[in-house]
């Protein structure tokens, strides 16, 4: 009944995931918030997923992977095809949070940093981090339940191939497609649970902690 | 000594030439806008003039010139200044303690000394046991002690602190206004005080500096200020309320829209027949029940009193100018003094202070002088 499989990749997905567009998320979301030539234009760019159709994406990924793909080697309906398609699928996610959280931290508290001795990364790692944790938190949410539900587009790029594309989003679709409809409701209610959790505990964390953050801007 | 020289067109304009001892306390006074707090961050290397040197002793933090652009400009880490912030930008994720320990993070000191060396500055702010609290925790004049000890940890090399007592209630200030006291004596660097409080500056400042959109319009110890305003704007900005106007020609002063004619204080200075501003201090005005050869008469139309003290709001009757006089309810009994009736008022020649309507800034003046200093 359960198709575990589609599950753990489905969980493996997200987690390199999470731990490829993590750093890359903080380094672009603190980047922007330095930058004033062509920033419009880059958070343009990187919002682009969200309003792009997801087989419009996948196409374009299809396109791009296959053949001897960018890379040189060809990363359709394979898990690298499909772990580049969720990364570039999750960059809003990842980043949008976390800029904003870094924008949200008061400048003045920068400069008082920065006269009291601190180096530039000693500032992002003393200061500005431990202050947007609560925005890399949500981006870490976020793109973990996304990457989970994500069906669009891995189905364009990965195709259905058991033990290697096929996460449990496309399992659900398979099981219903083929009226195994138990299948479907336990693998859908596993995916609602581990996003209801996901989302209960970022939202908890956030509640605690929202009487200690009281450095960014009013 | 703390020599600061800096000049700038945009984003505002800049214009200051002042020195600061170690051990003096000097005060930038002027109406919000005026540039009082981007002066400071010029100083703490926050930002950047166009032309200018700052210099602390033998140490030249920033020089930029004309020609060369900046050929000199020390990070704030290196000019390393103690910098209070108006809302004192303690670190919100970090207690007390660790607020004043992280300008020791470079010092080479392991944690522990860090952390003795810190909560000896809270105890000396008398705040020790307070060590463990986050800012939200604590209230505005903790706050403020927690971000003084922050400052002051690393052993600066100047102290600047901009507006620190305007966020905070009247009793708390009294106790930060004799911690600074006490500071002063004990660290020996210059300190500059920016503020809006006239009445803070002179009761903390040795002197002070008025700037009026961004230049420094002039620097005087607090009670030379006070007397000999050096223009009108000065006058007006120091709340001089007695200031009027007229025509000086060699030790005249005549008032204008009246006949009355003042002898003055000549010091060659003032071209014949020049228009002129004119202040009065407090003890260049008398009043008195009846007239005398020298007195002017004027109606009493309004006062009022707190406490012990009255204010009386005078209009002369010629040339209809109004004088402010400051009489404590004695003297106010004593003269009979009451609304609509008329008194005479004597005004001293020798306490009159005259100075030109407008100053001239003349910028490439300006640019010279900083040439020259570099």
């Not at chain 1, 800029?99 to 000693?122: M, T």
């Not at chain 2, 008025?210 to 000999?228: S, Y």
């Given at each position: 009944?359960?198709?575990?499989?589609?599950?753990?990749?489905?969980?493996?997905?997200?987690?390199?995931?999470?731990?490829?567009?993590?750093?890359?998320?903080?380094?672009?979301?603190?980047?922007?918030?330095?930058?004033?030539?062509?920033?419009?234009?880059?958070?343009?760019?990187?919002?682009?997923?969200?309003?792009?159709?997801?087989?419009?994406?996948?196409?374009?990924?299809?396109?791009?992977?296959?053949?001897?793909?960018?890379?040189?080697?060809?990363?359709?309906?394979?898990?690298?095809?499909?772990?580049?398609?969720?990364?570039?699928?999750?960059?809003?996610?990842?980043?949008?949070?976390?800029?904003?959280?870094?924008?949200?931290?008061?400048?003045?508290?920068?400069?008082?940093?920065?006269?009291?001795?601190?180096?530039?990364?000693?500032?992002?790692?003393?200061?500005?981090?431990?202050?947007?944790?609560?925005?890399?938190?949500?981006?870490?949410?976020?793109?973990?339940?996304?990457?989970?539900?994500?069906?669009?587009?891995?189905?364009?790029?990965?195709?259905?191939?058991?033990?290697?594309?096929?996460?449990?989003?496309?399992?659900?679709?398979?099981?219903?497609?083929?009226?195994?409809?138990?299948?479907?409701?336990?693998?859908?209610?596993?995916?609602?649970?581990?996003?209801?959790?996901?989302?209960?505990?970022?939202?908890?964390?956030?509640?605690?902690?929202?009487?200690?953050?009281?450095?960014?801007?009013? | 000594?703390?020599?600061?020289?800096?000049?700038?067109?945009?984003?505002?304009?800049?214009?200051?030439?002042?020195?600061?001892?170690?051990?003096?306390?000097?005060?930038?006074?002027?109406?919000?806008?005026?540039?009082?707090?981007?002066?400071?961050?010029?100083?703490?290397?926050?930002?950047?003039?166009h032309i200018g040197k700052i210099a602390c002793g033998e140490h030249v933090w920033f020089e930029a010139n004309e020609l060369e652009g900046v050929t000199k400009s020390l990070s704030p880490a290196e000019r390393s200044c103690g910098f209070l912030f108006q809302q004192y930008a303690l670190f919100p994720h970090l207690t007390a303690l660790e607020n004043v320990c992280i300008p020791?993070?470079?010092?080479?000191?392991?944690?522990?000394?860090?952390?003795?060396?810190?909560?000896?500055?809270?105890?000396?702010?008398?705040?020790?046991?307070?060590?463990?609290?986050?800012?939200?925790?604590?209230?505005?004049?903790?706050?403020?002690?927690?971000?003084?000890?922050?400052?002051?940890?690393?052993?600066?090399?100047?102290?600047?602190?901009?507006?620190?007592?305007?966020?905070?209630?009247?009793?708390?200030?009294?106790?930060?206004?004799?911690?600074?006291?006490?500071?002063?004596?004990?660290?020996?660097?210059?300190?500059?005080?920016?503020?809006?409080?006239?009445?803070?500056?002179?009761?903390?400042?040795?002197?002070?500096?008025?700037?009026?959109?961004?230049?420094?319009?002039?620097?005087?110890?607090?009670?030379?200020?006070?007397?000999?305003?050096?223009?009108?704007?000065?006058?007006?900005?120091?709340?001089?309320?007695?200031?009027?106007?007229?025509?000086?020609?060699?030790?005249?002063?005549?008032?204008?829209?009246?006949?009355?004619?003042?002898?003055?204080?000549?010091?060659?200075?003032?071209?014949?027949?020049?228009?002129?501003?004119?202040?009065?201090?407090?003890?260049?005005?008398?009043?008195?029940?009846?007239?005398?050869?020298?007195?002017?008469?004027?109606?009493?139309?309004?006062?009022?009193?707190?406490?012990?003290?009255?204010?009386?709001?005078?209009?002369?009757?010629?040339?209809?100018?109004?004088?402010?006089?400051?009489?404590?309810?004695?003297?106010?009994?004593?003269?009979?003094?009451?609304?609509?009736?008329?008194?005479?008022?004597?005004?001293?020649?020798?306490?009159?202070?005259?100075?030109?309507?407008?100053?001239?800034?003349?910028?490439?003046?300006?640019?010279?002088?900083?040439?020259?200093?570099?």
């Amino acid at each position: 009944m359960f198709d575990l499989e589609a599950l753990f990749l489905s969980l493996k997905l997200a987690i390199w995931t999470l731990v490829l567009i993590l750093p890359f998320g903080i380094w672009v979301a603190h980047s922007l918030r330095h930058l004033v030539k062509g920033k419009s234009w880059i958070e343009a760019g990187l919002a682009l997923p969200l309003v792009l159709p997801p087989t419009v994406l996948g196409y374009y990924l299809l396109v791009g992977l296959g053949g001897k793909s960018i890379f040189g080697i060809p990363l359709v309906f394979s898990f690298a095809g499909i772990l580049i398609a969720s990364l570039i699928v999750n960059l809003p996610f990842a980043i949008q949070p976390i800029q904003r959280a870094f924008e949200a931290i008061n400048p003045e508290i920068l400069e008082a940093a920065q006269v009291s001795g601190l180096s530039n990364w000693q500032i992002f790692r003393l200061i500005e981090l431990p202050l947007a944790w609560r925005g890399i938190t949500s981006a870490a949410v976020l793109t973990f339940a996304h990457t989970l539900g994500e069906f669009g587009v891995v189905l364009m790029v990965g195709g259905a191939i058991p033990g290697e594309t096929k996460t449990v989003s496309i399992a659900i679709y398979d099981k219903v497609q083929s009226f195994d409809t138990t299948g479907a409701g336990a693998l859908s209610l596993i995916l609602l649970s581990i996003s209801l959790i996901a989302i209960a505990l970022s939202y908890g964390i956030f509640g605690r902690s929202s009487s200690r953050q009281r450095g960014g801007r009013a | 000594m703390l020599k600061i020289k800096i000049l700038q067109a945009t984003p505002n304009p800049l214009q200051i030439d002042i020195e600061c001892a170690p051990g003096e306390l000097h005060a930038l006074v002027g109406p919000s806008g005026s540039g009082k707090t981007s002066v400071l961050r010029t100083i703490a290397g926050l930002s950047q003039p166009h032309i200018g040197k700052i210099a602390c002793g033998e140490h030249v933090w920033f020089e930029a010139n004309e020609l060369e652009g900046v050929t000199k400009s020390l990070s704030p880490a290196e000019r390393s200044c103690g910098f209070l912030f108006q809302q004192y930008a303690l670190f919100p994720h970090l207690t007390a303690l660790e607020n004043v320990c992280i300008p020791l993070q470079n010092s080479g000191m392991n944690v522990a000394k860090r952390k003795e060396i810190a909560i000896g500055w809270l105890n000396r702010m008398g705040i020790d046991e307070l060590a463990n609290r986050l800012p939200h925790q604590l209230s505005g004049g903790q706050q403020q002690r927690v971000a003084l000890a922050r400052a002051l940890v690393k052993k600066p090399n100047a102290l600047l602190l901009d507006e620190p007592f305007s966020a905070i209630d009247v009793p708390t200030r009294q106790g930060l206004y004799q911690i600074l006291a006490e500071l002063r004596g004990d660290l020996n660097i210059p300190i500059i005080l920016v503020t809006h409080d006239l009445r803070e500056a002179d009761l903390l400042a040795d002197r002070i500096t008025v700037i009026d959109q961004g230049i420094g319009l002039q620097t005087a110890e607090p009670h030379v200020l006070f007397q000999k305003p050096r223009n009108s704007r000065v006058a007006e900005l120091v709340g001089i309320g007695n200031k009027f106007e007229g025509v000086f020609s060699s030790g005249k002063l005549s008032w204008n829209d009246s006949n009355h004619v003042f002898e003055v204080v000549d010091k060659g200075k003032i071209p014949p027949k020049t228009p002129v501003a004119w202040v009065i201090p407090a003890d260049g005005l008398s009043l008195h029940p009846y007239a005398t050869a020298n007195t002017i008469e004027a109606k009493v139309e309004h006062i009022s009193t707190l406490g012990q003290i009255a204010v009386v709001q005078l209009r002369t009757l010629e040339g209809k100018h109004a004088i402010s006089w400051e009489a404590s309810a004695a003297e106010l009994r004593r003269l009979g003094l009451e609304l609509g009736k008329n008194t005479y008022v004597e005004i001293d020649g020798a306490k009159i202070h005259i100075m030109p309507l407008r100053t001239i800034n003349d910028p490439r003046r300006f640019v010279d002088s900083v040439s020259k200093a570099s």
